[in-house]
């Protein structure tokens, strides 16, 4: 079983920075793909960034791409995700997700989620 924990949400203006963090218990961190979702008041959970188990590939969603990054410690169990010049449409509760060995962008791939940490942005 993994457990995963976000922190470091809050309520920023635009234009600000804010970075997320994810603590995972579990033995092998090393062999899970770890990712960043996020969840809008009325919107589908969408996917945000993912990073192979190594770190060596990422992936981003557009709309994040040059402002976001997404990393990882494997020697402490974490993934990050530094979400840099924040829009108001960046608004949402954002989860991070783990799976073994493989995943992509869908949530339906991800077996083990945070409780999630909310980001507002305001304009």
């Known amino acids: ?3 995963l924990t976000e922190s470091g949400g809050g ?3 635009a234009g600000a920075s804010l970075r997320l963090s994810c603590a995972a218990s579990v033995r092998t961190f090393s062999s899970y793909v770890m990712a960043w979702f996020r969840q809008a008041p009325g919107k589908e959970r969408e996917f945000v ?3 192979t188990g190594s770190g060596d590939y990422t992936r981003y969603l557009d709309s994040v791409k040059g402002r976001f990054a997404i990393s990882r410690d494997n020697a402490k169990n974490a993934v990050a995700l530094q979400m840099n010049n924040l829009k108001p ?3 949402a509760v954002y989860y ?3 799976r073994r060995f493989v995943g992509g962008t869908s949530s339906r791939e991800y077996d083990y ?3 999630g940490t909310q980001v507002t942005v305001s304009s």
């Open 1 to 3: 079983q993994v457990q």
């Open 11 to 13: 309520l920023v203006q």
């Open 49 to 51: 960034a993912r990073i």
């Open 89 to 91: 449409e960046d608004t």
């Open 96 to 98: 991070c997700a783990a």
């Open 113 to 115: 989620w945070g409780q």
